[in-house]
């Protein structure tokens, strides 16, 4: 039996966005570098994940993701 983590980031890593329905969504935003030169620190690209609560319609992402598992 697969836990609902491991398809939600299975799903993550194939989409910019997945709802989990009355829940919220978790979304994947891509970071630029950046270069600070005061602190003479460069920071590499990435990716940071948020988490908004105002997104709960179902999108199918997520039952796919399963429905695949």
Known sequence: MYRIG???EQALL???CVVLP???AFIVEQTPPLYDQDLNIITP???RISFNASLVERDGI???C???T
Request: aromatic share 6%; net charge negative; hydrophobic share 40%.
């Open 6 to 8: 491991d398809i939600l």
């Open 14 to 16: 194939l989409h910019d």
């Open 22 to 24: 009355t829940i919220g």
């Open 45 to 47: 690209a990435g990716q």
């Open 62 to 64: 997520l039952d796919s």
């Open 66 to 68: 399963y429905a695949r």
